[in-house]
């Protein structure tokens, strides 16, 4: 990195974000989320409402079609009645005409069946081929069907004999009676793939603002740090200052220089290397244990086969880490047992990381919500840590992070998954 000059050093410009009130901010980023999850549950709401009373009124229409057909087919009835109670020289042209419009304008199929006569039929569809016999056969079947689906109308015809005229219901009548179902099904699909469409629009501008924020920050921190680096050397530079003090502002810098690096990397694609998992992990904790109160313990429960690796960025990785550490120290107050255990289960393609806490653990519904952006239970939180954690973790690694197991007053356990990478053999040359 390039020092600039103390006396040169330019005008530390502060980001406006930085500016606003982290309260605000915070809440406004926990509102936004709430806000989301009114709408979506509003507009399931809507559609439950439309799609229930489509189907009563499908129902009601449905109801009133079916009267109406049990009319035609009565009305069918009379007129058969009539026909077979005349003298024979009668001239039956025009009323007949009149009763099989009645069955033939709603396409019902009827069947009607008396002692002497072939049964007579109507509106019943046969394939373009069939025999005398396939009819007949076909007849019997629908007249079982029509048995079990309407009461057949009685017709008298005369010397205390009935006739009987069976029915199903009109094609029309069949489809209106399904049309609510299919109606429901395409509403609940549409809907489906507009919440996906609209999440994934949602999902991508989301992660714009964060690339954009990172990449901001990284920015306006380079400055203040080549400035910073040069006071560094100037301090050394002079034999009246004590080099102890020059060695600790030192190591402040370096540590700021890591946030950098890590803005910058979650700024742009990061790149991965095949690293290995203990080595890394083992290492941040010792530092990190230098970095909490002494009566915080880390343990760590290393059961990785040696050469056991996964794909990295260890900047961030160690953020993740650090992330999930630091707030189970929060959550101890100061006091208890962190325990880091490293496996990699037989015939599994997965490295688990388990971070288990003695802390202050957490209840259901706040497990919940953790990962939400700016949910915070502590009074100077951002709610972030576990935001950001989440997304290196799965968005950056195609791992996954979430609570294993959390029990208010005894603890709790963060699981991260990361896909393994068999370390690369290495073919001796002959
Ligand atoms: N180990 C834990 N035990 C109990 N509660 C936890 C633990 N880890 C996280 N939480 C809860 O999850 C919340 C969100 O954590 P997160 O790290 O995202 O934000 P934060 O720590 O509040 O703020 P910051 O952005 O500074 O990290 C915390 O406020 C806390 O209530
Ligand atoms: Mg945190």
Known sequence: MIAETPKNKPRFRLHPVALLNS??????????????????????????????????????LVDKLEER??????????????????????????????????????????????ENNFPIHRNINFPKNASLRDKERIIEAQ???????????????????TGYIYYSN????????????????????IGYLAYLAFSAARKAEQNRVWVGLAKETAHQLGTPLSSLMAWVEYFRSDPNIDSSIADEIEK?????????????????????????????VTSFITYLQKRVSSKVHFFIHDQLSEGQTALL??????????????????????????????????????????IQDTGKGMTKANANKIFNPGFSTKKRGWGLGLTLAKRIIEDYHGGKL???????????TFRILIPAKIAEEVIPED
């Open 23 to 60: 309260d605000r901010l915070r809440r406004s980023l926990v509102e936004t989320y709430e806000r989301k999850g009114n709408f979506k549950y509003f507009i399931g709401v809507v559609l439950l409402i439309l799609s229930i009373a489509s189907l009563f009124y499908t129902n009601d």
């Open 69 to 114: 057909e049990e009319r035609e087919v009565r009305l069918y009835g009379e007129g058969l009645r009539y026909i077979v109670n005349s003298p024979d020289d009668e001239n039956f042209t025009v009323i007949m005409g009149v009763i099989q419009d009645a069955v033939t304008f709603y396409q019902i199929p009827v069947i009607y069946v008396d």
């Open 143 to 161: 007249l079982v069907k029509m048995k079990s689906e309407h009461i057949p109308v009685p017709v008298q015809i005369g010397e205390g004999k």
């Open 170 to 189: 009109s094609f029309l009548l069949t489809q209106l009676r399904y049309y609510p179902f299919v109606q429901l099904t395409v509403m609940l699909l």
């Open 252 to 280: 402040d810098v370096v540590r700021l220089e890591m946030i950098t690096t890590r803005f910058s990397n979650i700024g742009s694609v990061p790149t991965l290397k095949q690293e290995s998992v203990s080595t890394i």
């Open 313 to 354: 960025n260890k900047n961030l990785f160690e953020w993740v880490v650090e992330n999930i550490c630091k707030n189970a120290v929060d959550a101890m107050s100061g006091i208890g047992e962190i325990h880091v255990t490293l496996q990699a289960p037989p015939n599994s393609k997965q490295i688990l990381i388990d």
């Open 402 to 412: 979430f609570v294993k197991s959390s029990e208010v007053g005894k603890g709790t």
